[in-house]
Protein backbone atom coordinates (compact mmCIF):
# COMPACT_ATOMS: atom_id res chain seq x y z
CA UNK A 1 0.00 0.00 0.00
CA UNK A 2 3.10 2.61 1.08
CA UNK A 3 3.74 2.02 -2.60
CA UNK A 4 1.08 3.03 -4.48
CA UNK A 5 1.17 6.30 -2.57
CA UNK A 6 4.64 7.21 -3.89
CA UNK A 7 3.73 8.91 -7.10
CA UNK A 8 1.19 10.84 -5.69
CA UNK A 9 3.77 12.35 -3.03
CA UNK A 10 6.42 12.77 -5.68
CA UNK A 11 4.01 14.73 -7.66
CA UNK A 12 3.51 16.64 -4.56
CA UNK A 13 6.79 17.17 -4.28
CA UNK A 14 7.35 18.43 -7.55
CA UNK A 15 4.34 20.88 -7.09
CA UNK A 16 5.83 22.21 -3.73
CA UNK A 17 9.52 22.36 -5.58
CA UNK A 18 8.23 24.52 -8.37
CA UNK A 19 5.78 26.42 -5.85
CA UNK A 20 9.33 27.45 -3.86
CA UNK A 21 10.80 28.15 -7.14
CA UNK A 22 8.66 30.42 -9.00
CA UNK A 23 8.56 32.65 -5.65
CA UNK A 24 11.75 33.08 -5.58
CA UNK A 25 12.20 34.48 -8.97
CA UNK A 26 9.15 36.65 -8.36
CA UNK A 27 10.00 37.27 -5.02
CA UNK A 28 13.17 38.54 -5.83
CA UNK A 29 12.08 40.75 -8.77
CA UNK A 30 9.69 42.35 -6.23
CA UNK A 31 12.52 43.08 -3.87
CA UNK A 32 14.67 44.63 -6.04
CA UNK A 33 11.44 46.96 -6.92
CA UNK A 34 10.75 47.44 -3.44
CA UNK A 35 14.49 48.44 -2.14
CA UNK A 36 14.51 50.25 -5.49
CA UNK A 37 11.54 52.49 -4.22
CA UNK A 38 12.58 52.64 -0.39
CA UNK A 39 16.04 53.81 -1.22
CA UNK A 40 14.19 57.01 -4.21
CA UNK A 41 14.87 60.50 -3.16
CA UNK A 42 11.40 61.18 -3.22
CA UNK A 43 9.50 61.16 0.39
CA UNK A 44 6.43 60.51 -1.66
CA UNK A 45 7.93 57.21 -3.14
CA UNK A 46 10.33 55.91 -0.52
CA UNK A 47 7.78 56.54 2.59
CA UNK A 48 4.64 54.64 1.31
CA UNK A 49 7.19 51.40 0.17
CA UNK A 50 8.60 51.33 3.61
CA UNK A 51 5.23 51.18 5.45
CA UNK A 52 3.78 48.61 2.55
CA UNK A 53 6.91 46.35 3.69
CA UNK A 54 6.77 47.07 7.13
CA UNK A 55 3.12 45.79 7.15
CA UNK A 56 4.18 42.88 4.73
CA UNK A 57 7.30 41.75 7.22
CA UNK A 58 4.75 42.37 11.01
CA UNK A 59 1.43 40.67 9.50
CA UNK A 60 1.42 36.61 10.09
CA UNK A 61 2.47 34.75 7.18
CA UNK A 62 -0.50 32.66 6.96
CA UNK A 63 -3.06 35.52 6.69
CA UNK A 64 -0.86 37.29 3.51
CA UNK A 65 -2.15 33.89 2.10
CA UNK A 66 -5.61 34.11 2.99
CA UNK A 67 -5.60 38.02 2.36
CA UNK A 68 -4.48 37.65 -0.86
CA UNK A 69 -6.93 34.33 -1.96
CA UNK A 70 -10.05 35.61 -0.47
CA UNK A 71 -9.27 39.12 -0.56
CA UNK A 72 -8.11 40.04 -3.88
CA UNK A 73 -11.22 38.55 -5.64
CA UNK A 74 -13.75 40.48 -3.60
CA UNK A 75 -11.42 43.98 -4.54
CA UNK A 76 -11.13 42.88 -7.90
CA UNK A 77 -15.42 42.39 -7.96
CA UNK A 78 -16.00 45.64 -6.03
CA UNK A 79 -13.77 47.83 -9.04
CA UNK A 80 -14.91 45.57 -11.69
CA UNK A 81 -18.23 44.61 -10.44
CA UNK A 82 -17.53 40.93 -12.18
CA UNK A 83 -16.49 38.20 -10.14
CA UNK A 84 -13.13 36.75 -10.46
CA UNK A 85 -12.11 33.38 -9.30
CA UNK A 86 -8.02 33.12 -8.82
CA UNK A 87 -6.01 30.16 -8.91
CA UNK A 88 -5.08 28.58 -5.76
CA UNK A 89 -1.55 28.36 -6.79
CA UNK A 90 -1.32 31.62 -8.66
CA UNK A 91 -2.42 33.07 -5.14
CA UNK A 92 0.33 31.01 -3.64
CA UNK A 93 2.67 32.28 -5.59
CA UNK A 94 2.16 36.59 -5.13
CA UNK A 95 1.65 35.43 -1.56
CA UNK A 96 4.81 33.91 -0.69
CA UNK A 97 6.30 36.10 -2.77
CA UNK A 98 5.88 39.21 -0.93
CA UNK A 99 6.54 37.55 1.79
CA UNK A 100 9.96 36.45 0.24
CA UNK A 101 10.35 40.05 -1.17
CA UNK A 102 9.47 41.88 2.04
CA UNK A 103 12.70 40.30 3.98
CA UNK A 104 15.12 39.95 0.63
CA UNK A 105 14.73 44.07 -0.23
CA UNK A 106 16.38 44.87 3.57
CA UNK A 107 18.54 42.06 3.03
CA UNK A 108 19.44 43.84 -0.70
CA UNK A 109 19.27 47.09 1.03
CA UNK A 110 22.17 46.20 3.53
CA UNK A 111 24.59 45.01 1.19
CA UNK A 112 24.12 48.03 -1.16
CA UNK A 113 24.98 50.19 1.43
CA UNK A 114 28.05 47.97 2.36
CA UNK A 115 29.40 48.54 -0.86
CA UNK A 116 31.72 51.71 -0.23
CA UNK A 117 30.82 55.08 -2.07
CA UNK A 118 34.30 55.19 -3.66
CA UNK A 119 33.00 52.25 -5.95
CA UNK A 120 30.13 55.11 -7.53
CA UNK A 121 32.76 57.90 -7.66
CA UNK A 122 35.40 55.56 -9.51
CA UNK A 123 32.40 54.62 -12.34
CA UNK A 124 32.15 58.17 -12.15
CA UNK A 125 35.46 59.08 -12.40
CA UNK A 126 35.71 57.21 -15.29
CA UNK A 127 32.80 58.10 -17.27
CA UNK A 128 30.35 55.27 -16.24
CA UNK A 129 26.80 55.72 -16.27
CA UNK A 130 25.36 54.93 -13.20
CA UNK A 131 22.95 52.52 -14.30
CA UNK A 132 26.06 50.59 -16.08
CA UNK A 133 28.67 51.16 -12.16
CA UNK A 134 25.68 49.81 -10.60
CA UNK A 135 25.07 46.42 -12.84
CA UNK A 136 28.57 46.10 -13.62
CA UNK A 137 30.58 47.17 -10.64
CA UNK A 138 28.21 47.09 -7.95
CA UNK A 139 25.59 44.28 -8.18
CA UNK A 140 28.49 41.70 -8.11
CA UNK A 141 29.34 42.81 -5.08
CA UNK A 142 26.25 43.54 -3.76
CA UNK A 143 24.98 39.68 -4.61
CA UNK A 144 28.18 38.47 -1.93
CA UNK A 145 27.17 40.28 1.02
CA UNK A 146 23.68 39.27 0.14
CA UNK A 147 23.68 35.96 -0.57
CA UNK A 148 24.21 34.44 3.33
CA UNK A 149 21.19 35.95 4.39
CA UNK A 150 19.47 35.46 1.00
CA UNK A 151 19.92 31.50 1.27
CA UNK A 152 18.67 31.84 5.01
CA UNK A 153 15.48 33.42 3.15
CA UNK A 154 15.16 30.83 0.77
CA UNK A 155 14.73 28.14 2.82
CA UNK A 156 12.70 29.61 4.98
CA UNK A 157 10.12 30.27 1.55
CA UNK A 158 10.90 26.52 1.46
CA UNK A 159 9.00 25.49 4.28
CA UNK A 160 6.21 28.38 3.82
CA UNK A 161 5.39 26.49 0.83
CA UNK A 162 2.95 24.68 3.48
CA UNK A 163 0.73 27.09 4.41
CA UNK A 164 -0.58 27.28 0.67
CA UNK A 165 -2.18 23.77 1.42
CA UNK A 166 -4.51 25.79 3.28
CA UNK A 167 -5.96 27.17 -0.28
CA UNK A 168 -6.04 24.34 -2.08
CA UNK A 169 -2.76 24.06 -3.67
CA UNK A 170 -1.84 19.95 -3.74
CA UNK A 171 2.13 20.69 -2.76
CA UNK A 172 3.48 17.75 -0.09
CA UNK A 173 1.65 18.84 2.50
CA UNK A 174 -2.12 18.95 1.41
CA UNK A 175 -1.01 15.41 -0.53
CA UNK A 176 0.02 13.95 2.87
CA UNK A 177 -3.18 15.27 4.31
CA UNK A 178 -5.08 13.96 2.03
CA UNK A 179 -3.12 9.80 2.40
CA UNK A 180 -2.97 10.24 6.02
CA UNK A 181 -7.20 10.79 5.87
CA UNK A 182 -6.92 7.55 3.69
CA UNK A 183 -4.38 5.38 5.41
CA UNK A 184 -4.56 6.56 8.89
CA UNK A 185 -0.99 6.22 9.48
CA UNK A 186 0.33 9.86 10.75
CA UNK A 187 3.65 9.14 11.75
CA UNK A 188 4.71 7.23 8.43
CA UNK A 189 3.47 9.95 5.71
CA UNK A 190 3.85 12.90 7.65
CA UNK A 191 7.36 11.29 8.49
CA UNK A 192 7.98 10.85 5.24
CA UNK A 193 7.02 14.07 4.44
CA UNK A 194 9.52 15.56 6.59
CA UNK A 195 12.25 13.82 4.93
CA UNK A 196 11.62 15.10 1.55
CA UNK A 197 11.42 18.59 2.73
CA UNK A 198 14.83 17.64 4.90
CA UNK A 199 16.65 16.34 1.26
CA UNK A 200 15.48 19.90 -0.65
CA UNK A 201 16.93 21.71 1.98
CA UNK A 202 19.89 19.63 2.15
CA UNK A 203 20.27 19.92 -1.77
CA UNK A 204 19.46 23.90 -1.95
CA UNK A 205 22.56 24.05 1.32
CA UNK A 206 24.65 22.15 -1.12
CA UNK A 207 23.84 24.47 -4.30
CA UNK A 208 24.09 27.81 -2.39
CA UNK A 209 27.56 26.54 -0.82
CA UNK A 210 28.81 26.06 -4.55
CA UNK A 211 27.26 30.16 -5.55
CA UNK A 212 28.80 31.48 -2.30
CA UNK A 213 32.19 30.31 -3.38
CA UNK A 214 32.07 31.23 -7.28
CA UNK A 215 30.68 34.83 -5.61
CA UNK A 216 34.02 34.40 -3.39
CA UNK A 217 36.62 33.05 -6.20
CA UNK A 218 38.12 36.55 -6.93
CA UNK A 219 38.92 37.03 -2.93
CA UNK A 220 40.35 33.47 -2.65
CA UNK A 221 42.72 34.82 -5.74
CA UNK A 222 41.03 31.86 -7.92
CA UNK A 223 39.83 33.45 -11.80
Avoid at 5 to 14: G, T
Avoid at 23 to 30: E, N
Avoid at 73 to 83: A, H, M, N, R, V
Wanted: glycine share 8%; proline share 4%; net charge neutral.
Amino acid sequence: MFVDYIPLVSQAALMTLGLALCSLVVGMLLAVVFVSLETHRWVLINKPTAVFVALLRGLPEILVVFLIYFGTPEILELLTGDYVELGPFGCGVVALALIFASYASQTLRGAIQAVPVGQWESGAALGLSRIYTFIHIVMPQVWRHALPGLSNQWLVLLKDTALVSLIGVHDLMRQTELINTTTHQPFTWYGFAALIYLAITLLSQVIIRKLELRFTRFERGIA
